[in-house]
Structure formats: C-alpha cells, structure tokens
Nanobody, 127 residues
Framework: QVQLMESGGGSAQAGGSLRLSCAAS????????MGWFRRAPGKEREFVAA????????YYADSVKGRFTVSRDNSKDTVYLQMSSLKPEDTAVYYC????????????????????WGRGTQVTVSS
C-alpha cells in the first residue's frame, strides 16, 4: 500500500494559480496510475484529472480542461496538479488517488477504480 500526502492548497483570487503536490511514500509511484479528485461543500466527489504511470497520457474533466495540468515526476514519487485561471467554483478539498497497475498506459476516471487516497488539501478561490 502506498501512502499519499497532498500539499500546496490554500487561498487564491479568481484568475490566480495554485500548484498541488501529491507525495508518495512506502512504494515507488512508477507503477501507479494517478488521479485527482475534489469535493466541494454539499457536493459529490468529482473527478478532476488522471495520468498514466508513464506520464505520457493525461485526461481531464471538462470543467478544468485547458486550465489545469496534471504531471508527475516518478524519480521524486510525486504527482502535481497545476491549476490556473481559477474560478470560485474550483473551491473544494482536493484529493490524489493511486491505483497499482502493470500496464504503463492506463488511466482511470472513476473513484471506484482507485485503492489508495490522500487526506486532501483545501483550495479556496474567492471572487
């Protein structure tokens, strides 16, 4: 089992940027498909972005496409979510998730497909 810890959350103005990090311990991330999810107050958990173990393929929710970028550095066992052009509706707790997989070019968009989760980091965007 891999342990995940998110960091980089905080407050930003609308139109601003934040970069979230998800650091892993206990296992190397090179064989894990990774995802970012978020949960806004009173709403269901929502898929944000996913990246394959090799980092070559990414996928985004329509609501963040063109504004957010997911990347990874397997040498540092860390995954990133660069968030730009932030909107108040991006306010949520953001979680990273991991799924061990042998295949290098697979990603997942459903929270049911991930087995390991971080505790989340709060992002608040004010107008």
């Amino acid at each position: 089992q891999v342990q995940l810890m998110e960091s980089g959350g905080g407050s930003a103005q609308a139109g601003g940027s934040l970069r979230l990090s998800c650091a892993a311990s206990g296992r190397t991330l090179s064989n894990y498909a990774m995802g970012w999810f978020r949960r806004a107050p009173g709403k269901e958990r929502e898929f944000v972005a996913a990246i394959t173990p090799d980092g070559l393929v990414t996928y985004y929710a329509d609501s963040v496409k063109g504004r957010f970028t997911v990347s990874r550095d397997n040498s540092k066992d860390t995954v990133y979510l660069q968030m730009s052009s932030l909107k108040p509706e991006d306010t949520a707790v953001y979680y990273c998730a991991a799924r061990y997989i042998f295949r290098r070019s697979v990603y997942y968009t459903s929270h049911n497909d991930y087995y390991d989760w971080g505790r989340g980091t709060q992002v608040t965007v004010s107008s």
